[in-house]
C-alpha cells in the first residue's frame, strides 16, 4: 500500500565543469510512496521552479531502466540501494518516512561533471568505436538461420549484452575502471560465431581506448557487479582478460577458433 | 500541389525491384562529395546513417541523449516481424503484407506495406550478422513467438528486450562508421527549424543541449528520424524527451503532417498510479501470448482477485473473439478494456485497470517455464507496482504508445519538401490506422537499411553535388528565429510551471482525443487548446539562461510545439467523420459497438500543409486504391 513520507534531500549542486560544487539542503513531501526517485525529483524541482530558484539538472529519458540515461549516487550507491535498479525504476517505497538522502553525481576522471547531476559518458562510446562491433555492410549478411547458435551460447551472449551503457560500473569502482562495461560488449561478441573473424583485435583495441579516456584499470574488487542494474557478472571481466591475453601470445592475425 | 505518391507501376510484388533497377545512381567516388544531416538515432535513425556512411556518404548525426545508443526504440520489449515462415505454419510475404494492411484497418499504401514484407526477412538476417542475440532453438536456430493480429509465428525476439538488442546492432555499426571517419556524431543537440533554400532542404539549426549555442549545419539533404508524438498527451509510454518538435517544425517549413489522429493506445500498460505520474510503462503485448484478460462479472466487484470464482470472472476477450481470443490487435484490445470500466467492471484503485492471468499458463506449462519467458516483464512490474504477478494477477490499463500519423511521404521516403525525408515513426507510411506488435522495429530497419540509401541516392544523382552554404539568408532567418523564441521562453516569467501546462494540455487530449471521440468533444477540445495556448504564452515560468543546459528550457520549446501541434491532431480526428482501427468516432459505431468504416469516404491518406498562423491548414487527400487485398470490415472474432 502507498505511504506518504517526507524526505530531506541533500543534492550536489554545480553550475559548470570548472565551478566549485557543493551540497545543498531541501525537504520533499509529503509525496507518495508510488512515486519513483526520479519522479520525487520531479517534485523538487516543480517547487524550486516556482519559489524563484533553479532545477536541479539530472539526466533521464526511458525511465523504464532500459536506456541507460540516467543515474546518480544515492546515499553512496550508484542509482541507489535496490540491487538491478535503475534509479528511474527505484521507487520511495524503499525508503522511510523523514529519511535523508544524499544524491550526488557519478563521480570519475572519465565523466566531467557537466552540471549538478548531469556528467559527460562520451568516453564509454569513445571505447566501443575502438571496436564493439561487428564489421558487416548492410547486404552482406547471409540467410539468418546459415548461422547454428546453441541456446546456451546465446543465452550467455545476451545475459552480456543486456549493458545499458549507464556507468554505474565506473562510478561504483574505486579505480573508475570500465572493465565491466568492456567486459560486458567483448563477451557478447566473443560469445557468438558472428563476432570471431575480429575476435583477436576486439579486446586490445578496446583496452587501450579505456587507457587513453582516462578510466582506471581493475584491481577485482567487484563493487561493478554490485552496483550493475542489468546484474552483469564479473565472469565478463575474467572473458575480457582471457581474450586480451590470448592476443598477446598468440597475436592479431590469428583470428579463428 | 497534387500530392504525388510516385508508386512505380508493375505488379505488387514486383514494384520495388522494379524502382532499385531504374532509380539513378552516385558513382561510388563522387558520394564522398555529399554531406548528409540524420536527426535522430533511433533505430531508423542509426540504421540509415550507418548504412548511408558504408556506402561513402558523409553522415552527421544529431540526438538530444549524451550517447546516440539511447534512442527510444531501445524500450521496444516484445519483438521484430519477419516473413521466414521458419515454423511452417503457414507464413508468406503476402500473408505479412496482408496482416499488416488488414491490421491497419485498409488505411495504409499497399505497394509500402508489401515492401515493407519483402523486406522483412533481410532485416533478420542482416541483425544476425551484426551479433543480435535473438532467443534460439535448441538446434541452434532461430525461435518465434506470435503476436497480436496474426495467427501464425512470426515475431523474432531477444528476451523482454529486442529493441534494446536491434538498437546495440545499429549503434555499432554507427560507431564503426565514426571509427572510419565517416559519421560525425552531434549527441546533446536538439534541432530548432528545418532550413529549406530555393524549396529544397539543405540543412537545420540546432540548439547545442550544453553550451545553448545556437549552430546552422548545411547538407545537401536532411533526414528525419524523430519519432513520434505520443507525448503530447503528456502521460505516455514515450520517452520522456520524445517530442513532435522537428517534425513540426518541418511542417511549418513546407512538409505535409499525414493522419495526425491516428494515435496508438496500447492496451497492455501499467495503470496510472496518482498525481505525480511522469510516464507509463508499457507491458509487451507478449503476454498475452500467455496471459488471459478478465475483469469481474458483476459491476462493481472490489474483492481481490483471488477471491473471485472462476465462474464470475469475464474472459471478455475470449469470449467475444472466440478465434483471436487475447491476441486481437491493440486498438481493438483496449477500447474493449475501456468499455469494460464504463460498464464499472473495471479493477484497482481507479477502477480503471483490467487483469492479465498468468496463473492458467502457470498450471499448464510450469511456472519456471512462464518465468523463464517473461522474467524481466515481471520484475519490471514488480519493480514498479510491488506486486508479484505470478502470485496476483497483473493489472493493466490503456496507454499512449505509438503515433501511426507522421510526415507525409512519397514511396521514396520523400517529404512534400524535396531533399527532406522522413523515416521509422516519424512518418506515416506503412501502418494505417493501427500498428500491429513487431512491426515498428520492422519498419524502422526497413526505412533505414535497405530504402532510404537507394532513394536518398537517386534525389542526390539529380540534383547534383553543389555545397549548400551555411551562409545563405534561409539560415540566418532561421537562426534569428530560433533565438528569438528561446528569450521569448525565457522573458515571460509567468506562474506555471512548463509541466504544468503540459499535464493539462495531456488530459484533454486523452478525454476528447482518446480511444473515444466526437464531434462535440473535438470542437470543445479546440477551444480548450487554443485557450491552455493563449495562457502559456503569457503565463509560462521558465527557469534560468538560454546560454547553459537548461532542461526546463528544453521542455518548453516541446511544450510550446505539442501546444500548436494538438490542434492539428483534433481538426484531422474532427475531419475524419469514420472509425478506422485506432481512430474511434462516437457517431461511427455498428450496433454491436464496433468501429464502423467508411471506405466510400474515407479510404484516404489526410495530409495537411501549414498555412500561417492565422489561416487554418489546409487538407489534401491521397486516395488508397486496394487491388491484393478486398478492404474488408475487419473481424477478430
Known amino acids: ?257 | 500541389m497534387a500530392l504525388d505518391a510516385k508508386i512505380p507501376a508493375g505488379p505488387l510484388a514486383d514494384k520495388w525491384d522494379n524502382h532499385l533497377a531504374h532509380c539513378r545512381l552516385v558513382a561510388p567516388a563522387n558520394r564522398r562529395r555529399y554531406e548528409l544531416i540524420v536527426v535522430g538515432a533511433g533505430l531508423a535513425g542509426a540504421s540509415a546513417a550507418a548504412s548511408l556512411a558504408e556506402l561513402g556518404y558523409r553522415v552527421k548525426v544529431f540526438c538530444l541523449q549524451d550517447s546516440p545508443r539511447r534512442g527510444h526504440s531501445i524500450a521496444a520489449q516484445g519483438g521484430i516481424n519477419a516473413a521466414k515462415n521458419y515454423c511452417n505454419d503457414g507464413d508468406s510475404v503476402f500473408r505479412l503484407f496482408h496482416d499488416t494492411i488488414k491490421g491497419g484497418d485498409f488505411r495504409a499504401r499497399e505497394a509500402n506495406v508489401y515492401r515493407l514484407a519483402q523486406l522483412s526477412n533481410r532485416i533478420i538476417d542482416h541483425c544476425v550478422a551484426q551479433g543480435v542475440p535473438f532467443a534460439r532453438e535448441y538446434g541452434g536456430g532461430l525461435a518465434n513467438r506470435s503476436f497480436g493480429g496474426a495467427q501464425v509465428s512470426r515475431t523474432f525476439y531477444a528476451r523482454g528486450q529486442t529493441g534494446q538488442q536491434l538498437l546495440l546492432g545499429a549503434h555499432g555499426a554507427l560507431l564503426r562508421q565514426v571509427k572510419l571517419g565517416n559519421v560525425t556524431l552531434h549527441p546533446r543537440s536538439e534541432m530548432l527549424d528545418l532550413v529549406v533554400v530555393d524549396g529544397r532542404a539543405k540543412g537545420i539549426i540546432t540548439r547545442n543541449l550544453i553550451s545553448g549555442r545556437l549552430e546552422r549545419h548545411a547538407a545537401h539533404a536532411v533526414v528525419l528520424a524523430t519519432g513520434g508524438y505520443g507525448n503530447a498527451y503528456f502521460l505516455s509510454t514515450n520517452a520522456m524527451a520524445s517530442n513532435v518538435t522537428a517534425a513540426f517544425r518541418a511542417y511549418k517549413k513546407g512538409a505535409w503532417f499525414a493522419n495526425p489522429c491516428f494515435v496508438q493506445i496500447h492496451p497492455t500498460c501499467i495503470p496510472v498510479h496518482g498525481v505525480g505520474q511522469s510516464k507509463l510503462t508499457l507491458m509487451s503485448e507478449s503476454l498475452r501470448n500467455d496471459g488471459r484478460v478478465w475483469v469481474p462479472k458483476k459491476p462493481g466487484d472490489r474483492r481481490p482477485p483471488a477471491e473471485i470464482p472462476e465462474a464470475e470472472r469475464d474472459y471478455y476477450l475470449e469470449e467475444k473473439y472466440p478465434s483471436f481470443g487475447n491476441l486481437v490487435p491493440r486498438d481493438v484490445a483496449s477500447r474493449n478494456a475501456k468499455e469494460q470500466c464504463d460498464r464499472f467492471k473495471g479493477v484497482g484503485e481507479t477502477g480503471l485497470a483490467v487483469y492479465l492471468d498468468f496463473s492458467d499458463a502457470s498450471r499448464r506449462l510450469g511456472k519456471t517455464a512462464i518465468v523463464k519467458k517473461y522474467g524481466n516483464l515481471f520484475e519490471m512490474y514488480e519493480k514498479i507496482t510491488g506486486v508479484d504477478p505470478t502470485v496476483e494477477p497483473m493489472q493493466i490499463s490503456p496507454a499512449v504508445h505509438y503515433t501511426m500519423g507522421g510526415l507525409w511521404v512519397d514511396y521514396n521516403l520523400m517529404t512534400t519538401v524535396p531533399g527532406l525525408f522522413a523515416l521509422g515513426e516519424a512518418n506515416f507510411s506503412d501502418h494505417g490506422a493501427n500498428r500491429l506488435g513487431a512491426s515498428a522495429l520492422m519498419q524502422g530497419l526497413a526505412d533505414g537499411y535497405f530504402i532510404l540509401p537507394p532513394t536518398i541516392g537517386a534525389y542526390l544523382a539529380e540534383t547534383g553535388p553543389d555545397r549548400p552554404d551555411p551562409g545563405a539568408a534561409a539560415f540566418a532567418e532561421a537562426e534569428a528565429a530560433g533565438t528569438a523564441r528561446v528569450a521569448q521562453l525565457l522573458s515571460t516569467r509567468g506562474k506555471r510551471t512548463v509541466d504544468d501546462f503540459h499535464r493539462e494540455l495531456g488530459l484533454v487530449l486523452w478525454d476528447r482525443c482518446g480511444m473515444s471521440r466526437s464531434e462535440a468533444g473535438l470542437t470543445e477540445a479546440l477551444s480548450r487548446v487554443a485557450e491552455i495556448r493563449t495562457e502559456f504564452w503569457q503565463n509560462v515560468l521558465v527557469p534560468g539562461r538560454g546560454e547553459e543546459l537548461n532542461q526546463s528550457l528544453e521542455r518548453a520549446g516541446r511544450v510550446a510545439d505539442y501546444l500548436e501541434f494538438a490542434e492539428l491532431l483534433i481538426a484531422d480526428a474532427l475531419a475524419r467523420r469514420e472509425s478506422c482501427g485506432c481512430h474511434f468516432r462516437e457517431e461511427s459505431q455498428s450496433e454491436e459497438n464496433e468501429a464502423k468504416r467508411d471506405d466510400a469516404r474515407f479510404a484516404h491518406v489526410a495530409a495537411w500543409e501549414y498555412a500561417s498562423d492565422a489561416t487554418p491548414p489546409r487538407r489534401h487527400e491521397e486516395p488508397l486504391t486496394f487491388t491484393a487485398v478486398a478492404p474488408s470490415r475487419r473481424s477478430y472474432k
Open chain 1, 1 to 257: 500500500m502507498s505511504r506518504a513520507i517526507t524526505l530531506t534531500l541533500k543534492v550536489w549542486r554545480q553550475a559548470g565543469p570548472e565551478q566549485p560544487g557543493r551540497f545543498e539542503t531541501h525537504q520533499v513531501g509529503p509525496v507518495s510512496t508510488d512515486l519513483s526517485f526520479l519522479e520525487m525529483l520531479d517534485v523538487l524541482n516543480e517547487e524550486l521552479t516556482l519559489a524563484g530558484g533553479e532545477p536541479v539538472a539530472f539526466d533521464h529519458d526511458c525511465r523504464e531502466g532500459i536506456c541507460g540515461m540516467c543515474g546518480a549516487v544515492v546515499n553512496g550507491h550508484p542509482h541507489g540501494p535496490e540491487p538491478g535498479t535503475t534509479l528511474c525504476q527505484l521507487h520511495l517505497r524503499h525508503f522511510n518516512d523523514h529519511d535523508t538522502i544524499v544524491i550526488e553525481p557519478f563521480r570519475a576522471r572519465a565523466f566531467p561533471i557537466v552540471k549538478d547531476l548531469v556528467v559527460d559518458r562520451s568516453s564509454l562510446d569513445a571505447v566501443l568505436i575502438a571496436g564493439g562491433y561487428i564489421s558487416v555492410n548492410t547486404g552482406a549478411a547471409p540467410e539468418a538461420n546459415a548461422i547454428a547458435v546453441p541456446v546456451r551460447r546465446a543465452e550467455q551472449a545476451l545475459d552480456a549484452a543486456q549493458c545499458i551503457g549507464c556507468g554505474a560500473c565506473v562510478a561504483a569502482c574505486p579505480n573508475a575502471s570500465a572493465m565491466l562495461f568492456a567486459g560486458a560488449k567483448v563477451s557478447h561478441l566473443a560469445l557468438l560465431p558472428q563476432g570471431a573473424p575480429e575476435r583477436a583485435s576486439r579486446a586490445t583495441r578496446m583496452v587501450a581506448a579505456m587507457d587513453q579516456m582516462g578510466f582506471g584499470n581493475c584491481t577485482n574488487v567487484g563493487e561493478c557487479a554490485a552496483a550493475c542494474p542489468k546484474q552483469i557478472s564479473l565472469a565478463n571481466i575474467a572473458r575480457l582478460n582471457r581474450e586480451f591475453l590470448r592476443t598477446a601470445f598468440r597475436g592479431e592475425e590469428d583470428g579463428e577458433g
